[in-house]
T-cell receptor, first 115, second 116 residues
């Protein structure tokens, strides 16, 4: 079965530190890739997405992600985090397998940024 | 664009009562999803509608759960009777599936349900 793996469940950083959250998926075909962010008590918001083209995708709030097809990865990065980035981050994948294509979420990574 | 609208935002009810959650998708979107989020199980897809037709309801926990989409601008998720283990945040999401299959799901603010 297709799955999405997020390597870190909890990450704690100080402000201005660099961030990289890992995401790997298990599907060899065409995929659409997403990162969503959920701030405390709020709903999921789209950070960025990859459909095709340039594998380096830039999103909102200074986030970017790189699709590496050979590694089945779509890691999220930010060069300098802020306290306001404290949230839970979800990687999600739509594997195209014909018919109905389901969005599959990872378990999420909780990021805490200390001032 | 108002985004996905859900109501109520919070619901507290007693075990055994009927609960109805409502969702208005983004205008023009052709797909609607109901998710449930808990600490223990994370995000779970409950049901998916495409053009108002239920396509995948394999995630619906049991017969106590039912969902309808009578038209393109409205959907309900009903729990009858409710149980304490149904306490969770229920999210509705909508998307526009394009010819190439590309889609982006946009989430509503969620309904926080507490069953006592």
């Amino acid at each position: 079965a297709q799955s999405v793996s997020q390597h870190n469940h909890h990450v704690i950083l100080s402000e201005a530190a660099s961030l990289e959250l890992g995401c790997n998926y298990s599907y060899g075909g065409t995929v659409n890739l997403f990162w969503y962010v959920q701030y405390p008590g709020q709903h999921l918001q789209l950070l960025l997405k990859y459909f095709s083209g340039d594998p380096l995708v830039k999103g909102i709030k200074g986030f970017e992600a790189e699709f590496i097809k050979s590694k089945f990865s779509f890691n999220l990065r930010k060069p300098s985090v802020q306290w306001s980035d404290t949230a839970e981050y979800f990687c999600a994948v739509i594997p195209f397998s014909g018919g109905y294509n389901k969005l599959i979420f990872g378990a999420g990574t909780r990021l805490a940024v200390h001032p | 664009d108002a985004g996905v609208i859900q109501s109520p935002r919070h619901e507290v009810t007693e075990m055994g009562q009927e609960v109805t959650l409502r969702c208005k998708p983004i205008s023009g979107h052709n797909s609607l999803f109901w998710y449930r989020q808990t600490m223990m199980r994370g995000l779970e897809l409950l049901i998916y509608f495409n053009n108002n037709v239920p396509i995948d309801d394999s995630g619906m926990p049991e017969d106590r759960f039912s969902a309808k989409m009578p038209n393109a601008s409205f959907s309900t998720l009903k729990i009858q009777p409710s149980e304490p283990r149904d306490s969770a945040v229920y999210f509705c999401a909508s998307s526009l599936i394009l010819a190439g299959g590309q889609e982006t799901q946009y989430f509503g603010p969620g309904t926080r349900l507490l069953v006592l």
